[in-house]
């Protein structure tokens, strides 16, 4: 679990707030690869687009159509953050799979903030949009009416339950691939034992190549449905109903 450790860039010592960590570099290299992407890949607004803007203007496009099937055009003017949510998480999911990388998502304290940042958003919009009518969210009005207190309960819990698997899901999944390629990769070196190493070793490989194309597939899931959850709670906030 050592890939997991956040680490100062500079000397050894404690972590303090301002101290440069692994983390904060990767998270800055996600940002920089964010702004390479939306901004010099797409400077030139070619009407026949490179590579690179049709990379950008298809994440935009893709993004944009999910909030308006999902959230409405309601939705729309909470296009930019929803897609900088989706974005920082793919670019940070992605990177992480390079080698000697460190993925910020692996750990719930920033998956944590993320989720966090969508309940408390959407949690305001619903009372600033619809005032106490917001609260008909946990009523379920089509229940009969002696199950409707113990249902208005379990929808409370679940309300607030929200930010803790949205974070949970992400981080959880992206540690594990991470953490079953490297369980494999303690099995490569056994080549240079005699026996039973000439078996394992080319099994490992076979396996460490497997978990690596399943966890670029994991990579874009986990960002698709970090994000289309948060239409779906955006969606709540904006017509609170059942």
């Keep these: 679990m050592d890939q997991f450790i956040v680490k100062p860039l500079f000397g050894e010592g404690p972590?303090?707030?301002?101290?440069?960590?692994?983390?904060?570099?990767?998270?800055?290299?996600?940002?920089m690869a964010i702004i390479l992407l939306l901004?010099?890949?797409?400077?030139?607004r070619a009407v026949i687009p490179t590579r690179i803007q049709s990379i950008a203007e298809l994440a935009y496009g893709f993004i944009h159509k999910m909030?308006?099937?999902?959230?409405?055009?309601d939705g729309l003017?909470?296009?930019p953050y929803i897609f900088t949510l989706f974005l920082f998480?793919?670019?940070?999911?992605?990177?992480?799979?390079?080698?000697?990388?460190f993925t910020p998502t692996s750990h719930i304290a920033v998956t944590a903030v993320l989720a966090m940042l969508v309940f408390l958003t959407?949690?305001?919009?619903?009372?600033?949009?619809?005032?106490?009518?917001?609260?008909?969210?946990?009523?379920?009005?089509?229940?009969?009416?002696?199950?409707?207190?113990?249902?208005?309960?379990?929808e409370v819990i679940s309300y607030f339950v929200r930010p803790v698997s949205h974070s949970i899901r992400l981080a959880g999944n992206m540690m594990a691939g991470h953490a079953v390629i490297k369980v494999f990769a303690a099995f490569a070196p056994l080549i240079l034992m005699s026996g039973i190493g000439i078996a394992v070793t080319p099994l490992s490989i076979v396996a460490i190549t497997a978990m690596y194309g399943l966890e670029v597939?994991?990579?874009?899931?986990?960002?698709y449905v970090f994000t289309i959850l948060t239409c779906v709670y955006l969606k709540d906030a904006l017509h609170p109903h059942h």
């Design 15 to 31: 972590i303090h707030w301002y101290t440069p960590t692994n983390a904060a570099l990767w998270m800055g290299i996600t940002v």
């Design 77 to 79: 003017k909470f296009f």
């Design 89 to 101: 998480i793919v670019f940070s999911n992605f990177l992480g799979l390079l080698p000697k990388a």
């Design 122 to 154: 959407v949690t305001i919009v619903g009372f600033v949009k619809n005032g106490a009518g917001f609260l008909s969210l946990f009523w379920v009005s089509s229940a009969p009416l002696a199950l409707r207190p113990i249902l208005a309960l379990i």
């Design 39 to 44: 901004v010099i890949g797409t400077r030139g």
């Design 217 to 223: 597939l994991v990579a874009f899931i986990q960002a």
């Design 67 to 73: 909030v308006e099937d999902v959230a409405g055009k």
